[in-house]
């Protein structure tokens, strides 16, 4: 069955440091979101990408965070400046179209030190 | 602010027993409503999905949805020990695109 893939599964990095997340999506999916979910507290939304640009972000999506669909299979999230608050699990999500249920990559832990 | 709540648990059922879990949304006009099992450190794993009133199955599963009262849930028969997780609840809004997650319950299944 196909899988939304997410490399690295841990990520180490200092503060102040720009880290990229990567993510392929569901090959034939149109709609891409990047979740994140710190330790003990609920999934949040991030943001959202369709027809190559962001079509919804949420509050903690500001501007040291920016996403990238580079390539035909690649989606990114990248925070530029991490800050020790930026320590979470990452999950990219793809879905087909409107309505059908989205579905989660196994995540990237990201420990900012 | 559009809120998705569930009572935390832990929910605790012996082996072969229901397991009944209840989620509340505030979002009136939401339209996609989902279950995802999270295993301790892993990734949201979709179970249910319910777009309509009433209720649908899916093997042990089965989704309940009242938008009236604006509350989903979801039945787990004859537990397995395999099912102790947390579940998540998932809403789908109006603008038809992000979900917004519960802060989940979690299940033990004893044997």
């Known amino acids: 069955e196909p899988e939304v893939t997410q490399t690295p599964s841990h990520q180490v990095t200092q503060m102040g440091q720009e880290v990229i997340l990567r993510c392929v999506p569901i090959?034939?999916?149109?709609?891409f979101y990047w979740y994140r979910q710190i330790l003990g507290q609920k999934v949040e939304f991030l943001v959202s990408?369709?027809?190559?640009?962001?079509?919804?972000k949420s509050e903690i999506f500001d501007d040291q965070f920016s996403v990238e669909r580079p390539d035909g299979s690649n989606f990114t999230l990248k925070i530029r400046s991490t800050k020790l608050e930026d320590s979470a699990m990452y999950f990219c999500a793809s879905r087909q179209q409107a309505n059908q249920p989205q579905h989660f990559g196994d995540g990237t832990r990201l420990s900012i030190l | 602010q559009k809120e998705v709540e569930q009572n935390s648990g832990p929910l605790s059922v012996p082996e072969g027993a229901i397991a009944s879990l209840n989620c509340t949304y505030s979002d009136r006009v939401s339209q996609s409503f989902f279950w995802y099992r999270q295993y301790s450190g892993k990734s949201p794993e979709l179970i249910m999905s319910?777009?309509?009133?009433g209720d649908k199955e899916d093997g042990r599963f089965t989704a309940q949805l009242n938008k009236a009262s604006q509350y989903v849930s979801l039945l787990i028969r004859d537990s397995q020990p395999s099912d102790s997780a947390t579940y998540l609840c998932?809403?789908?809004?109006?603008?038809?695109?992000?979900?917004?997650f519960g802060g989940g319950t979690r299940v033990l299944v004893k044997p």
């Open positions: 319910i777009y309509s009133n």
């Open positions: 998932a809403v789908v809004g109006a603008a038809g695109n992000k979900l917004t």
């Open positions: 990408f369709y027809n190559n640009e962001i079509s919804e």
């Open positions: 090959s034939n999916h149109l709609y």
